[in-house]
């Protein structure tokens, strides 16, 4: 079996601004449970998953630990069988600082790095794992794809469309992203402004591998996609 030493990241520092909630996104309840208590426990079956680093708003910290605790997760309750060790930090003012405040406080055993975004809360356990398989394949960076529904058109300053590129070649990229750790640390040492990890590590000139993804890791953005997570969740349950 393969030994534990993945690191998962999960940002959830954001204020949510196009959500609108009274609370920081990661705190808005879905179904009773904040978003980010779903995305833990969606995390909690990744194999060889070693450490969790949530990074949280830094005025919410301990409702972030609070949240880790409801969700099974904490390293000083000895009712949770989990070896999984887990840390609270603070966030920074963009994603990509975000990230790189999460990635400080992984401890030195972990050798493949998960980021995920807090607002994807309902990934399903078999995206962690398509992922991290493909790291452990030899992948420097893999992430979750899901082909495009839309035409995509590309337009100049005016609005005016310069293309309209192949549907079929297009992913929509979500996350967990996952790394070969000295990869990520490298990409995140340039300037980290790019709307994903993957993009970081594109600039690098390293592949980057696309592994199925899934339409229930849709990002929390706006009220009608917390809507539509909730219907997942009612699905979900209707079938289970
Ligand atoms: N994020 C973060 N730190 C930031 C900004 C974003 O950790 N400074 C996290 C969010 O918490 C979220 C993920 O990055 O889990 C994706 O960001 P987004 O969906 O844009 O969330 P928000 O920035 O909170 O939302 P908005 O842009 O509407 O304010
Ligand atoms: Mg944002």
Redesign the pocket.
Known sequence: MASADVGLVI?????????GAEVP??FVPLAGVPILGHALRGARSCPGLAEVVV?GPSRWLGQAEEVCRSAGFASDDESVSDAVSVTVVA?????G??VAAGLAALSDAVRVVLVH???RCLTPPAVFARVVKAVRAGAGAAVPGVPVVDTIKQVDAAGLVVGTPDRAVLRAIQTPQGFARAVLERAHAGSPDATDDAGLVERLGEPVLVVAGDERAL?V?TCDDLDRAARFLTAGAAGA
């Not at 940002?11 to 196009?18: C, I, K, Q």
């Not at 966030?91 to 994603?95: E, H, I, L, P, V």
Request: hydrophobic share 40%; charged share 25%.
């Open positions: 940002v959830a520092a954001g204020s949510g601004t196009r959500l996104k990661a990074v966030g920074g003012a963009t994603r600082d975000s975004d807090a607002a990002k953005t």
